[in-house]
């Protein structure tokens, strides 16, 4: 008698409504930016949001939760409910490393990869001034004096600081690290000759290059970039390193899959907007848009050439 009443009570309770994107969202939504306020991946951010909210119909509201490498603000996304009113901005290396060389508060798994947005590939970067002209001249001059030319990068694990240390186990040199916490600081130290060498992504060196007071030496990526064609690739050049950041969204494991394909149309509606790739255009984003499927795909791939060159080679200094 006691159980058919409980379960009489039971039914009479309302069912939990299932995600729909019809009605998604139905408040405003925040973006989790794991780093400072006023850097290359914060303006992205901003400038994404301000046209996600247009499509979406709510406030998409920056939240910057910088520190750690990245590993404060992802862990916050990692925590948070997934219903999609949280989502995060998504960079590699560091959002994949971080796990691999520490015990981190988030693990790759704690994420839905929603899209992708940029992928910006590495680059060298001398002085204009510099006497160095190519990339061989630089390997010649670092075989002459190992240790003593120093190259800036964005930090230990960072795709910068990846980028080099292959290209010494390729070519047995040895370079001097200097890290620093952002590419505009790794610039200004170039240009302040504090450094013989920037490592920092081609969209973040082509303002300066193009005011002629840096020189590119090559890029990582697998073919020449649109935005500087002229530009070889390390690959082009005898040197088989690819290496960049990809810079997409996600959200926190278990968002309901029609709410991660609203966000993921969204994200798509505004690569495709003019407007907005103006507005990438004027601060220099390689575009590539990648749907959850895709993007999740090739960062798992990542993940597993970042295992196993941790195992091979770990990048602690």
């Known amino acids: 008698m006691q159980r058919r009443a409980l379960l009489a009570g039971l039914a009479g309770l309302p069912l939990a409504a299932p995600a729909r994107a019809e009605t998604f969202p139905d408040r405003p939504i925040s973006m989790i930016v794991a780093f400072a306020a006023g850097g290359g991946t914060d303006l992205a951010a901003r400038t994404l949001a301000r046209f996600m909210e247009r499509d979406l119909g709510q406030p998409v509201v920056v939240v910057n939760r910088a520190g750690a490498g990245g590993e404060i603000g992802w862990s916050e996304l990692a925590r948070a409910k997934p219903d999609g009113h ?21 693990r790759f798994e704690d994420f839905a990869p929603i899209a ?25 001059e670092a075989r002459r004096r190992p240790g003593q030319l120093s190259y800036g990068t964005t930090g230990v694990g960072s795709d910068d600081h990846l980028a080099m240390l292959a290209l010494q186990r390729l070519t047995g040199t040895q370079f001097l690290h200097v890290p620093f916490g ?22 973040e060196g082509i303002a300066d290059w193009r005011q002629g007071l840096i ?26 390193v690819i290496e960049g950041s ?30 907005f790739q103006a507005a990438a255009a004027q601060q220099q984003l390689p575009l590539r848009y990648l749907g959850p499927d895709e993007y999740r795909a090739e960062l798992l791939a990542l993940k597993a050439q970042y295992e196993k060159l941790w195992a091979q080679h770990p990048w602690k200094e």
């Not at 992708?116 to 010649?140: H, K, M």
């Not at 810079?247 to 505004?270: E, H, K, M, S, W």
């Open 86 to 106: 949280t989502i995060g901005f998504t960079n590699t290396p560091n959002i994949i490393t971080v796990p691999i060389e520490r015990q981190a508060r988030f």
């Open 116 to 140: 992708n947005i940029v992928d910006d590939p590495g680059g060298f970067w001398v002085r204009a001034d510099s006497p160095v002209q190519t990339l061989a001249e630089l390997i010649e």
């Open 182 to 203: 952002g590419s505009s600081q790794v610039r200004t130290a170039l240009l302040s000759k504090q450094l013989t060498l920037a490592v920092v992504n081609m969209g």
């Open 215 to 240: 020189r590119p030496l090559g890029s990582m990526a697998t073919r020449r970039w649109e935005g500087a064609p002229e530009v070889p690739t390390f690959r082009e050049l005898g040197f088989d």
């Open 246 to 275: 990809m810079r997409g969204v996600g959200a926190p494991a278990g968002v309901p899959r029609p709410i991660l394909d609203r966000l993921a149309l969204a994200v798509q509606r505004t690569i495709e907007d003019s407007e």
